[in-house]
């Protein structure tokens, strides 16, 4: 099914009131395709290792939908995963909102256990099938604010820039320069077996990889990330 959502958001958000200081605040940047012509959006699925992973997911969702968080977004949900499209600016910042006010509340209904999300992350392709921005050219978009969440999370990250001109030293210059500033953001642990460790708040961790590919996005004209996050992990208790 899917449906465009048009809710207010609340008065009273239900997230904490603590900002994360560690991103710029600076709006206006350079202007270009708008997210319905580039196709922002993500594909995420939560899995709660509880028996009740049922009513935590239904109400996790429900949560989010409740604060308002769902406004400006297409979601399309299958027995797989769940679409969400950003038709409208800030396309990153409401991605980055939903994603996180999903986990941190199903993270709340299964108290405090072992949640998993699986998240891609896709910018660039217009209907996602072609590519061809040389009209409408590439938006430079700002770094996302996030609320903490008092949540740690760890996750494995991977960033693909495409449509890069072919040669390997462009795309891992993108690479080399967002594992660089995960590092000096805090957040990057340590190089793993296909993807990069980070650690942190589950706020600063969509964010890291929210930024690097919006930020990717504004030189290359296809770019895709893809995220995996755990929460209430035993083997991080036990580490």
């Known amino acids: 099914m899917t449906t465009q959502t048009d809710a207010t958001p609340p008065t009273e958000p239900t997230a904490p009131s603590d900002r994360s200081s560690s991103v710029s605040t600076t709006r206006g940047r ?8 580039l196709g922002i959006g993500m594909r995420f699925s939560i899995h709660p290792h509880t028996d009740a992973f049922v009513d935590v997911i239904l109400g996790a969702l429900a949560d989010v939908e409740e604060a308002g968080l769902a406004h400006g977004l297409v979601l399309e949900t299958d027995e797989v995963s769940t679409y969400v499209g950003a038709q409208e600016a800030p396309a990153e910042q409401r991605l980055a909102d939903y994603l ?3 986990l941190a509340a199903a993270s709340r209904r299964s108290g405090g256990g072992h949640v998993v999300a699986h998240a891609l992350f896709s910018r660039g392709c217009p209907g996602e099938l072609a590519c061809d921005l040389s009209v409408t050219g590439l ?3 700002a770094p996302v604010e996030l609320e903490a969440t008092g949540i740690a999370a760890a996750a494995q990250w991977s960033l693909y820039p495409l449509l890069d001109g072919g040669d390997p ?3 891992m210059t993108h690479i080399e320069e967002a594992i ?5 953001r805090g957040t990057g642990a340590s190089p793993n077996h296909y993807a990069t460790k980070l650690t942190g708040d589950v706020s600063e961790v969509v964010a890291t990889a929210v930024d690097a590919w919006s930020q990717v996005g504004a030189h290359v004209p296809h770019v895709v990330t893809h995220l995996t996050i755990s929460v209430g992990s035993p083997s991080q208790a036990e580490g």
């Not at 660089?180 to 000096?184: P, T, V």
């Open 169 to 171: 030293d462009d795309h």
């Open 100 to 102: 996180t006010a999903v």
């Open 139 to 141: 938006p430079d978009p």
């Open 30 to 37: 350079r202007p270009g395709a708008t997210p319905a012509e």
């Open 180 to 184: 660089a500033a995960a590092h000096r």
